[in-house]
């Protein structure tokens, strides 16, 4: 028996010490908070010392993109691609749809699975409602939040309105009731109340989800509905900043960074946990971009370069900052490699393993020579280093000296144009330069598609709350 036990040992400690190492690995996910809406990137109204903090002991990254809108943006995120290689839609995924997130897609949380992770969703999916498309279907153990974005219901539930609005009549047929879910249960339609609870209830369950797991590896998903339309700050924080409800929430969603970096410490897991911390596009214009132009749903900087903030003590120097393009789509193969994992090897994945970046590592550089700006099917824009072409117009920028794009260059750089527009052309095969090329990947559908909450206010069958 010494021997056999020997041997036993042998071969079980090496995993052992490998499940030990495994960082605990958390994103959280803003929606459409703007470039500047956050004092670690340069807001003057807005006061957020927990991100302060965040900044102060991690890393900055000054170039990283998200994509246009929500839901293409939460595809990059979830696969690593470009979103349209994954989820080719021309905007977002409405409710009732009979499309989504294609289940044979393979996502950051079916990869930090294998590797032995309990995974989970607080917040906002968006890839699909129908049940096919939840994210317990896509990896995750536990899934606590909205199917889609906070504004997609009735008016007169208070979703077409800001707090303290006037809610509208009810006109026509409309949008269904808007879902909070647990799992693959409807819990409660939500009305303007619930939304004004909404940063709270998904701070307290993802407290709650580390605390369950705080002995093994864990993978926290945890994507906001704050700061999207309508907006809606929790009562402890209505009215505390001058320049209104926008800044409030803003506020609040500080705060809620502020609980889950808390709890991380008090738990003992700060030297074991890695923290993301970003926006899925671009500000609307109820947020602050500068120095970048445009706004949400566009391919300007402003549209698609998103605040994004990295922290882990001892791993990520801190204070710092890095200027390299990176984006949404490198997180999970960067999430998976230090896992231990890999990215898929039988399909393009976009995305890349961007460690290196994160922790600092000398003369790291981007993975990406070539950045290409997609609006839904259309390429609308393209980057090689520092410049960046806006193909409808042949409007050249360097984004070294004119981050803002205010200087049309092209006349005196008819090389970069010519260079640029055949790194364009170089997508016609793949990805397609407007419509679906024929590197997109099919779209999850079904049929019959039904609203999680029907149009009279009863639950669908089988998503009713389970009686004990």
């Known amino acids: 028996m010494r021997p056999f036990f020997a041997m036993l040992v042998a071969v079980c400690i090496p995993f052992a010490a490998f499940a030990v190492d495994k960082p605990n690995l958390v994103i959280i996910n803003m929606d459409d908070m703007g470039y500047a809406d956050i004092a670690p990137f340069g807001s003057k109204i807005n006061r957020t010392p927990n991100l302060d903090k965040l900044a102060a002991e991690g890393r900055k990254l000054t170039c990283f993109y998200a994509a246009p809108v929500c839901s293409p943006s939460r595809a990059a995120l979830m696969t690593g691609c470009y979103p349209k290689r994954c989820l080719p839609i021309v905007h977002v995924l409405f409710p009732e749809w009979g499309t989504g997130l294609n289940p044979s897609e393979i996502t950051i949380a079916e990869l930090l699975k294998q590797q032995g992770y309990t995974t989970a969703c607080i917040g906002k999916w968006h890839l699909g409602d129908q049940p096919e498309f ?54 409660k339609r939500v009305l303007a109340e619930d939304q004004t609870q909404l940063v709270e209830m998904y701070t307290k369950e993802a407290i709650q ?40 929430w803003v506020e609040e969603s500080d705060w809620s ?5 808390d709890a991380i410490r008090e738990l003992g897991l700060g030297e074991k946990t890695f923290v993301f911390f970003t926006s899925d596009n671009g500000g609307t214009q109820r947020a602050k971009n500068t120095p970048l132009k445009g706004f949400k749903d566009s391919t300007w900087e402003g549209g698609m370069r998103v605040p994004a903030i990295a922290w882990w003590p001892g791993k990520i120097p801190a204070g710092t900052s890095c200027g390299e393009v990176c984006g949404m789509m490198d997180i999970m193969p960067t999430f998976v490699k230090i ?14 393993d961007i460690w290196p970046l ?17 609006r839904g099917f259309k390429l609308e824009a ?23 794009e205010a200087a049309n260059v092209a006349a005196a750089n008819e090389d970069v144009v010519a260079k640029i527009k055949v790194l364009a052309e170089k997508m016609k095969d793949d990805l397609g330069l407007d419509g679906i090329g024929p590197g997109c990947r099919p779209l999850g559908k079904v049929d019959n598609p039904k609203p999680l909450i029907g149009y009279d206010g009863k639950v669908r069958e089988g998503l009713e709350p389970k009686t004990p």
Not at 216 to 244: D, E
Not at 342 to 352: H, L, M, Q, Y
């Open 134 to 187: 939840l994210p317990t279907r896509q990896g995750f153990d536990r899934y606590f939040g909205l199917p889609y974005s906070n504004d997609m219901g009735p008016g007169e539930d208070g979703v077409k309105s800001n707090f303290g609005d006037k809610l509208p009549e009810a006109k026509g047929k409309g949008q269904p009731p808007l879902p909070l879910m647990r799992q693959e249960t409807v819990v």
């Open 382 to 404: 393209v980057r090689s280093g520092p410049w960046k072409l806006h193909l409808a117009k042949t409007e050249l920028y360097n984004l070294d000296s004119d981050i803002g």
């Open 358 to 374: 994160i922790s600092g590592a000398e003369g790291a550089k981007t993975p990406h020579d070539t950045f290409y700006y997609y």
């Open 257 to 261: 960074v502020g609980q889950v970096m």
């Open 339 to 352: 896992a231990g994992g890999e990215a898929p090897k039988d399909r393009t994945i976009d995305g890349a």
């Open 209 to 248: 989800f580390m605390r369950d797991n705080k002995e093994k590896p864990f993978f926290l998903y945890l994507a906001h509905s704050a700061v999207h339309f309508p907006i809606y700050p929790g009562k402890a924080f209505q009215k505390k900043n001058a320049h209104g409800y926008y800044s409030d």
